[in-house]
């Protein structure tokens, strides 16, 4: 394994002489990568940071593509930090990487191996001290392009009438205008969501990914492109008949299958993580567990309802984006009300019609008869349900429900103080206590979120009943 020397500013070479007695070495994308890969590997450095659920599955299957110099698809449904995992492989590139800096050469050309006619010229005849050197930051060696809409000329190239009209040759490279995969050679180049690109520019990459060169319009201009290629599609579209070219599919590498966090609490982490909020400042947040285990169930939940597209997928975005409205719910309490902390109770969820319904698809053959609207309101009457159980099991809730069979009522709304639970329950007998076992504390505040939680897992039992007026809602036993 070649380690390039390391070159301060003050003796990075400036030109073409320099570089060589510098003892730089010339290497592939694809090398470059693993050189630099496997020496994170052999020090035991997070490969991934910021990627969670992923260790035992994606992670070592693009750890074996990456040794195996493959290009590779990332395949899984939607906000399955597909398009995450493909920015991250610029992190395995050098530092920076030095070009020829000459006017009219329009990639950076590695200088001891020139693709085009300019650079090949340029070394063939100047002396090396009189071809000028700069350096290329890893940051600027990826880029991505979205599938949909992408033309030939957007990521190939095309003919430059300009410089037909000019009096340039049509088949000479000087009449090309270079597209964005041409540009970044030496680097990485993404596009997401292959199944909707055009098949003639799914025809353009076969000579890309295989022969690694670039022909445009059929012209006999070729350029020994060194580039890493990178691919995400939902399986639904991947797979489909017709939708991507079977001989462009034989010529990815590797598939990297992505999915879901395969437990509740893999998706909290990743739901905190991303959502990237400060519970602290001027009116500071404690959220409760069950609150954040609500919110991820909800997810949960709707990946398994029949009334959602699966072909579609349920985003983690839905949990992250929930989240931060259930906290900015709160917070808003904590303004107007002048509570410290803010602490998110189940009402803070009926503020989640706005963050949830444009990331639902609907299964139009199963829920034509459900608007948006129902279908979230039984996915999370779902979810509450499902962590309530959990609940109590541990903590034996079931004494609760006799008490407002004594004529009990209480009301809940996201505006109502913290206080009133409290002095609600003053006069209710000390089986209610149990309710506060969920999140042991007591502050007023936190109080009050358990007191929700309990009465919606209640209801979501069927075993009190609910009414709702003006924001506000009643339980008790009819």
Not at 134 to 156: H, M, N, Q, V
Request: glycine share 6%; aromatic share 8%.
């Amino acid at each position: 394994m070649t380690r390039q020397p390391v070159l301060s500013t003050a003796t990075k070479p400036s030109n073409l002489r320099e570089l060589r007695e510098s003892g730089w070495v010339s290497k592939s994308v694809k090398r470059e990568i693993y050189d630099n890969f496997m020496q994170m590997l052999a020090r035991g450095e997070d490969l991934f940071p910021g990627i969670v659920g992923y260790d035992d599955t994606v992670i070592p299957e693009i750890t074996i593509a990456i040794i195996a110099g493959h290009d590779m698809l990332f395949l899984g449904e939607k906000g399955q930090a597909k398009s995450r995992l493909m920015r991250m492989l610029a992190r395995f590139l050098d530092e920076e990487v030095p070009f020829i800096d000459c006017p009219g050469i329009a990639v950076h050309e590695d200088p001891y191996r020139p693709i085009t006619r300019l650079g090949k010229q340029i070394v063939a005849e100047r002396p090396e001290e009189e071809i000028p050197i700069a350096w290329w930051p890893r940051s600027e060696r990826y880029a991505e392009r979205l599938a949909p809409g992408t033309k030939f000329a957007d990521i190939i190239g095309e003919i430059d009438p300009a410089k037909l009209a000019g009096g340039v040759s049509m088949s000479a490279e000087e009449a090309l205008h270079f597209g964005l995969i041409p540009r970044m050679h030496r680097g990485i180049f993404a596009i997401n969501e292959l199944p909707e690109l055009d098949e003639l520019v799914q025809v353009g990459l076969f000579n890309i990914l295989e022969e690694r060169d670039v022909q445009i319009r059929g012209y006999p201009v070729r350029f020994d492109i060194d580039v890493l290629m990178l691919f995400s599609a939902n399986p639904a579209t991947y797979n489909r008949s017709g939708k991507v070219i079977p001989q462009l599919k034989d010529r990815i590498g590797s598939v990297v299958h992505t999915h879901y966090p395969r437990e509740r609490q893999l998706g909290i982490e990743i739901m905190h993580q991303e959502a990237g909020i400060d519970l602290g400042g001027e009116f500071p947040v404690v959220v409760p567990y069950f609150m954040s285990e609500i919110i991820e169930q909800i997810s949960i939940v709707a990946r398994r309802s029949k009334y959602i597209d699966h072909q579609s997928g349920v985003s983690a975005r839905l949990s992250i984006a929930n989240y931060r409205v259930m906290v900015a719910s709160a917070r808003r309490r904590a303004a107007v009300l002048g509570e410290r902390p803010a602490v998110p109770r189940i009402s803070d969820l009926g503020h989640l019609y706005a963050s949830s319904l444009g990331k639902l698809e609907l299964d139009m053959m199963s829920s034509h008869q459900l608007s948006e609207r129902q279908v979230l309101e039984a996915i999370v009457a779902e979810a509450i349900r499902d962590v309530f159980r959990e609940y109590v099991d541990r903590h034996g809730l079931e004494e609760i429900t006799e008490i407002f069979a004594r004529g009990l009522k209480i009301e809940v709304g996201d505006m109502l103080p913290s206080q009133y639970y409290a002095e609600r329950l003053k006069r209710v007998p000390p089986a209610w206590e149990k309710a506060f076992e969920v999140n042991a504390s007591s502050h007023p505040a936190i109080r009050a979120s358990c007191v929700e939680f309990v009465l919606a897992g209640l209801y979501a039992e069927d075993r009190i009943s609910r009414t709702q007026h003006h924001g506000r809602i009643v339980y008790e036993i009819p």
